[in-house]
Nanobody, 125 residues
């Protein structure tokens, strides 16, 4: 069973940076795509960033492109989301996600099979 455990959320000010960590366990992720989604109350969960485990290919939502960077450490089975220049509208619960199959060269169409429990990111002045 795949387990995803997020950490690193918190309260920051606009313009600050934050790094989220997702520790993945349970099986080999060689065919997986992992990523981050976020959700605010009353809205659907939305894709933020994804990475193909085998190739390292990444993809981002337009709203975070140039500010957020997703990366992975295959030795540690960990995925990171470095968030820079945070904005008020980045406030959300952030969820780590994993999909067992999918193209290793396009990740924006992720349909996760597994989810973490979420970590809150609040950007407030």
């Amino acid at each position: 069973q795949v387990q995803l455990v997020e950490s690193g959320g918190g309260l920051v000010q606009p313009g600050d940076s934050l790094r989220l960590t997702c520790a993945a366990s349970g099986r080999s992720f060689s065919t997986y795509r992992l990523g981050w989604f976020r959700q605010t109350p009353g809205k659907e969960r939305e894709f933020v960033a994804g990475i193909a485990w085998s190739t390292g290919f990444t993809g981002y939502a337009d709203s975070v492109k140039g500010r957020f960077t997703i990366s992975r450490d295959t030795a540690k089975n960990t995925v990171y989301l470095q968030m820079n220049s945070l904005k008020l509208e980045d406030t959300a619960a952030y969820f780590c996600a994993a999909q067992s199959l999918g193209s290793p060269y396009y990740v924006r169409d992720m349909r996760p099979d597994y989810w973490g429990q979420g970590t809150q990111v609040t950007v407030s002045s």
